[in-house]
């Protein structure tokens, strides 16, 4: 399955911003710099006309809770607007906002 038709899926700039910013904020966590690697990959290819990353690297690097709310996320860019909302909804709920604690650490031992 080719990736590189998702960036036309959007209803506009903003909801493709949101959907990034949820798989910055709320799935790509550093401590996991593999999947972290390829959950980035995954961000840019919503932008790009071109392959970033495949589904394969996906299934090889993410783990399984992650890669489900990922390919719920093609499912839904390839259905619809409405679907791209109610997985903004649905993965916000079951995904915290990921804190960094290295730099909370490091701004602690500072302040």
């Known amino acids: 399955m080719t990736l590189t038709d998702l960036n036309n899926g959007f209803r506009d700039d903003e909801q493709r911003r949101l959907v990034q910013k949820i798989i910055h904020g709320r799935l790509a966590d550093d401590r996991d710099p593999q999947e972290c690697r390829f959950l980035m990959r995954f961000w840019w290819q919503l932008v790009m006309p071109y392959r970033e990353v495949s589904m394969d690297e996906l299934s090889l690097n993410v783990c399984k809770p992650k890669l489900d709310v990922i390919e719920a996320l093609i499912g839904a860019i390839r259905s619809s607007h409405a679907d791209i909302d109610d997985w903004i909804t649905t993965t916000q709920q079951f995904f915290p906002v990921i804190h ?10 500072h302040g």
């Open 100 to 109: 960094d604690r290295g730099f909370s650490a490091a701004r602690d031992a």
